[in-house]
């Protein structure tokens, strides 16, 4: 079994791991400790960089090189720690500051001693009430313990934590929609560059960092760059938590080194229910183009290389009863909910894709539809298979149209099967009929 690293007090006391009792009795804040009194900053930043930490929350930037982007020299700097998580089957971050909220807090207050910030906000997804309470209750009990606040354990290094709750945008996961959230704005992504480091909240340096990325630190400073690389390979290194769902037995978040093969991990999740065969996978998260290969490799490089994405670690197993339209219409009808309508090719391009896999699923689909949608892909992403390269305004528009086009090439034959057949081959119910937009 995997050694658990991020997960470990969470799988060790599952009863009690949030309570301050229970978390400083198991040695919760000598990471912080040790960042405090044994490293400078720029340690700090050049351990963090050489440990190959990348981000755990979609893209996978190299962590300690965005804390190196904040210029010098200029105050205030903020530290904004992203708990929005609204990434369909993605829940792992829930889990981490319901279950161990100071080991997110530890981590972010080292975060904040590397960069130099003295505010962090925390910005929680509405709708994670237990995880806002835990984390108020967890900041009060570190404040207290003199693990947080004015002279955090005597160092001379001042820091507070405030939690802001979000209204239910995805789009405010995007960081720098989240920034204009933050300040009171409708959440919409902003131009870049700049990019927040440089001018980010309140038009001050800004690092946006993911909760899982806040949560690993607390093990690298305590156990040093050779233990963390020790686990995952060599451009991905380390644990991340996968949060694995759709067609598997027990489905959940699993703990585990990066560059684990796929088939290994349905297998640690159950494996398919009723003797089913697996079908397609999408491997990291609503946006990911789907992959159909039980070896592939599940790293940031080796998913990049088979031109699909690890994203933030959401792993949804479909077996063969699985309708590919209407999982196609499912994602697409999310992303055209969830544009924030700023830009004309995600705003367009997204209703249009729905429109048209919703005709389809209601056995009104036209012939050259499949040609139709995938002319509509490529508009909105004129270079196959490069990220970033779409004409969106950020990369929700792109998503949408990975995902989608992923699906099209890999079973355009089951979506003419559905036109021609009027309706779905798999006998599908037609959930979607008179349902809110
Ligand atoms: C539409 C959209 C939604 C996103 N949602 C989240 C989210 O819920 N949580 C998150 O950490 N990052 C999310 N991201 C990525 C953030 O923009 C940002 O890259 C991330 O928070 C940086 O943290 P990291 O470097 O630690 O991964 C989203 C990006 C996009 C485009
Ligand atoms: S791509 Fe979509 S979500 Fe992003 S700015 Fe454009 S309309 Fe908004």
New binding site residues.
């Given amino acids: 079994m995997a050694e658990l690293v991020v997960t470990r007090r969470i799988a060790r006391y599952p009863e009690d791991s949030y309570t301050a009792e229970r978390a400083f009795a198991d040695g919760a804040y000598e990471g912080l400790r040790t960042a405090l009194t044994q490293h400078t900053p720029a340690e700090l930043i050049d351990m963090v960089k050489a440990s190959g930490l990348r981000g755990r929350g979609g893209a996978g930037f190299p962590t300690g090189n965005k804390w190196s982007f904040v210029p010098k020299d200029l105050y205030p700097r903020y530290l904004v720690v992203n708990s929005d998580e609204a990434e369909p089957c993605t829940f792992k971050d829930r889990e981490l500051i319901e279950w161990d909220p100071h080991l997110v807090i530890e981590g972010s207050l080292i975060a904040a001693y590397a960069i130099q910030a003295h505010h962090v906000y925390i910005y929680c997804r509405g709708e994670f009430s237990r995880g806002a309470r835990r984390l108020n209750q967890a900041i009060a009990d570190a404040t207290a313990r003199n693990c947080c606040g004015p002279d955090i354990m005597g160092s001379g290094f001042d820091c507070e934590i405030v939690v802001h709750r979000g209204a239910g945008a995805y ?1 405010c996961g ?1 960081e720098t929609a989240l920034l204009d959230s933050l300040e009171g704005f409708r959440g ?2 902003r131009l870049r560059p700049p990019f927040p480091a440089v001018k980010g909240l309140y038009a001050s340096p800004t690092v946006v960092n993911n909760v899982e990325t806040m949560a690993s630190l607390p093990p690298i400073v305590s156990n040093g760059v050779d233990w963390w690389r020790s686990m995952g390979t060599e451009q991905s290194p380390g644990p991340k938590m996968f949060s694995i769902s759709g067609h598997v037995a027990k489905p959940g978040n699993y703990e585990l080194p990066l560059g684990m093969k796929l088939g290994e991990m349905v297998e640690i999740a159950g494996g398919i229910p009723g003797g089913r065969e697996f079908k397609v996978c999408s491997p990291g998260g609503a946006s990911s183009p789907w992959i159909t290969n039980l070896d592939q490799e599940m790293s940031f490089e080796a998913l990049a290389a088979a031109k699909s994405m690890l994203g933030s670690g959401s792993v949804v197993i479909m077996d063969e009863t699985t309708c590919a339209v209407r999982m196609a219409l499912v994602i697409t009808r999310f992303f055209n909910v ?6 004309t ?3 367009e391009g997204t209703w249009w894709l729905r429109k048209v896999l919703e005709r389809m699923e209601e056995g009104e689909g036209r012939p050259g539809d499949v040609d139709l949608m995938l002319r509509v892909c490529e508009q909105m992403l004129p270079e196959v298979g490069a990220p970033a390269s779409g004409r ?3 990369v ?2 792109d998503s949408c149209a990975w995902a989608l086009r992923s699906a099209l090439q890999l079973f355009g034959d089951e979506f003419r099967e559905h036109v021609g057949s009027g309706s779905c081959p798999r006998g599908a119910s037609k959930i979607f009929a008179g349902s809110p937009a």
């Fill in positions: 789009i995007e919409q992504p969830e544009s924030c309508g700023k830009c090719p995600c705003r969106s305004f950020c929700l528009g």
